[in-house]
Every structure is written in C-alpha cells, then in structure tokens.
C-alpha cells in the first residue's frame, strides 16, 4: 500500500494549489457578498487544460485519474467552496454521465466543448417533488415521430445557466404503473428551454444554482444518452463519482477552517498567553487535523477503487457522509476559536460554516448515505 502522490499527482497538486491561492482565494470574499459567478477563473482553469482533466484526451481531456480530481476539488473548495462546487459538478455530474454512457457520436459533440471550457457541465435530476426520492421524477418525454417532447421542472441545478445542454431525467413510458426512466441531452437554448436563477442561498453565493422549466421542449431521439429505461441507473451510478467530488470539497473546506483557526490561536492572546496555550484550544485543533486527515483518507480511498474498476459505491458514501459531517463541525468549531471574531465576514469562518451545510445535503443527503452503506453491508 503505497499512500505517495504519483509525480502527475504531484504535479497537479502543485500547480492547482499555486492557481488558487493567486487567482481564486483573493476574490472569495468578494464573490461571497456579491454573489459574482467567477466566469474568469473557469476560463483560466480551461487553459490549465484542467476542465476536462479525468476524460480522455482524445476528447479534449487530460486524461488524469479520479485521485487527480479530488485534489483539484479539494484545493479549489480551500479557497473557495463556491468555485469548488462549480468544477466538481462540471466533472462529476455534467462531463462524466456523457462520457461513461454517450455514443461516440455524443462525446464528440457534448463532451469535447465540456473539457475544452466552451461549456459548463450540469445535470438534471432533482425535481421539485423528487429530491431524496429521485424516482419520483415527473418530467415526462412524449415520443412524437423522430422527437422527444419534453415537459417538466428541475431544481437546484447547479452551473444551469452556463451550460449549453444538460444530461437530465425523463419519463419515457409507464406500464403497469411503473415508470420507465430515461437520461436525455437537452440543448439549453431550444425552444421552451427556461433556466431561472433566482433562488436565495444560505451559502455558496458565487456558485450558479438554478430551476430548469421545460415546455415542450422538442429534441430528436438521438439526444437519448445510455439505454432507454435506464436513465435513473445511470444517474445514481454518476451520484457515486459526484460523492467523491463534494468529499474532496469538504475536506478543502475544513482544512481552510483549520488554517485559519490554527493561526488565529497563536496570535490571538488572552489572559497574556497565546490561545495555543489553552489545552481547550489544543485539543480543538488537534480533533481538527485528526479528522480532516481520515476525511481526505476516505476520499482517497473511494478515488482509488474507482480508478481500480473496483465496486466503489459503499466507499463514495463513506467518505462522502464522514467528510461532510466532518466539515460542518470543523467549521463550527473554528467559528468558536475565533469567538466574536469569528461571527464577522472578514475573518471567511463564518462562510466556510454557511459553505459546509449544503454539503451534507447535495447529492445525497446523510440520512440517504446511511441507507446506502446499510445496504451496501447487508444491513437492509
């Protein structure tokens, strides 16, 4: 068992983390208050060549492993958790269900602009009355001659407005009352094609979350990705890639928590001592860095047997369900180190708190983790 970085690894590491102490975390704080989508800093990632960094190279990619995307995520999330979610949802969910499950033909026309930058990745899934419960998808997919037409609503859609199509669930059929569930690639600008951002978030403020209203929305049955009657399969195995993207999230999340928090306790002196001195703090800090270390294992871990072609789904919500717990008391924490301090803007803590929450809601909630790994061991 070897827990060394390849040189590519390393390589990437040096190279992303380099990018987003110059180019990302100056700006976070910035975007937080604004709400600015940082457009500049993915067409920058783009001639990185890291927007398509796991997928072939043939198609534009860089054809790097999943342990190479973790740490990009990871490095991203560190310095900003808005620009963070935007890339791993722009792999994970936009780029990775074309690539495992497109024809040729679709990869060559969907996936190429996905890793050369010319497009955001995004996917649809959750529906206003479909969140845990995906099968309740009530987007329907009428066949009309060579066309699909396709009505419906998604929610909570992230990168909706700066993606030229978007892979999403449909309705195919029904028989016996049971739904036939398809996966479609749906061009953003055809007709009847409405992309709403309007919703008001708790946190990720610079990240684009949007609800997708279609009306009949007419594309030809070649858009059909993967086989028909399959599209929530294929869907939930592209949610075991995404949980190992928001895992490499939290653990830069917490680990940005930590520095900080770690920092301020040295300077910040009280009773004529550094906070450091205080064994309360010390074990804060050492809980901390203990945990964001098994977190970062777990994802790692999860990484690795994707890469393998090893069954990963029991790993993916492993890490993904520690990870995110994990940052949200991480960031809580750092928030108490800081005390009053900690409750202003300018100090970033208490917006790596709001950050974390979402964490342990996208792409499966905790509780739909835990129903995961319970059957995954037997348990159900």
């Known amino acids: 068992m070897d827990f060394d970085l390849t040189t590519e690894q390393r390589i990437i590491k040096k190279t992303i983390k380099d990018f987003a102490e110059e180019e990302v975390a100056k700006g976070a704080l910035e975007r937080d208050r604004t709400k600015k989508f940082p457009i500049e800093i993915f067409r920058k990632l783009a001639d990185l060549g890291m927007m398509g960094l796991p997928f072939p190279e043939e198609y534009g990619g860089g054809g790097a492993d999943t342990i190479s995307f973790a740490i990009v995520v990871e490095e991203l999330s560190k310095a900003c958790a808005s620009t963070g979610i ?24 969907y996936l190429v602009p996905l ?14 009355n479909a969140g845990s419960d995906a099968g309740g998808t009530e987007t329907k997919a009428i066949e009309d001659g060579d066309d699909f037409v396709i009505n419906g609503e998604k929610s909570f ?7 030229k199509f978007i892979p999403l ?35 990720l403020h610079a990240s684009n979350t949007t609800e997708l209203v279609l009306e009949n929305v007419r594309v030809p049955k070649e858009n059909l990705l993967g086989k028909r009657g399959e599209g929530l399969k294929q869907f939930l195995q592209t949610l075991d890639g995404g949980r190992i993207g928001i895992g490499a999230m939290a653990v830069g999340i917490a680990q940005a928590a930590y520095e900080k928090s770690l920092r301020y306790a040295k300077e910040r002196r009280q009773f004529g001592r550094s906070l450091t001195h205080f064994q309360a703090i010390q074990f804060k800090l050492a809980d901390m860095a203990m945990k964001i270390e098994l977190a970062r294992n777990m994802v790692y871990k999860a990484a690795w047997f994707k890469d ?3 069954p990963f789904t029991k790993e993916a919500s492993m890490c993904k369900l ?7 008391e991480v960031t809580s924490q750092a928030v108490q180190i800081h005390g009053g301090n900690g409750y202003m803007k300018d100090f970033h803590v208490e917006r790596y708190m709001r950050d974390a ?3 342990e809601i996208g792409e ?6 835990r129903m995961v790994i319970a059957r995954e061991i037997g348990a159900r």
């Open 322 to 328: 520690f990870a995110t717990e994990m940052c949200s």
């Open 357 to 359: 929450k979402l964490l």
């Open 86 to 109: 935007t890339y791993s949802a722009h792999i994970s969910l936009g780029g990775a269900p074309i690539n495992q499950f497109g024809t040729e033909e679709q990869k060559r026309k």
């Open 157 to 163: 859609i992230t990168n909706g407005s700066y993606a």
């Open 169 to 203: 669930t449909a309705v195919t059929n029904r028989k016996d009352g049971k739904k036939e569930i398809s996966a479609i690639i749906v061009p953003t600008d055809a007709e009847g094609f409405h992309v709403k951002d309007h919703y008001e978030k708790m946190g």
């Open 308 to 310: 393998k072609g090893k």
């Open 364 to 369: 499966g909630t905790s509780e739909i983790q």
């Open 115 to 128: 890793c050369t930058g010319e497009s955001l990745g995004a996917f649809g899934l959750t529906e206003p």
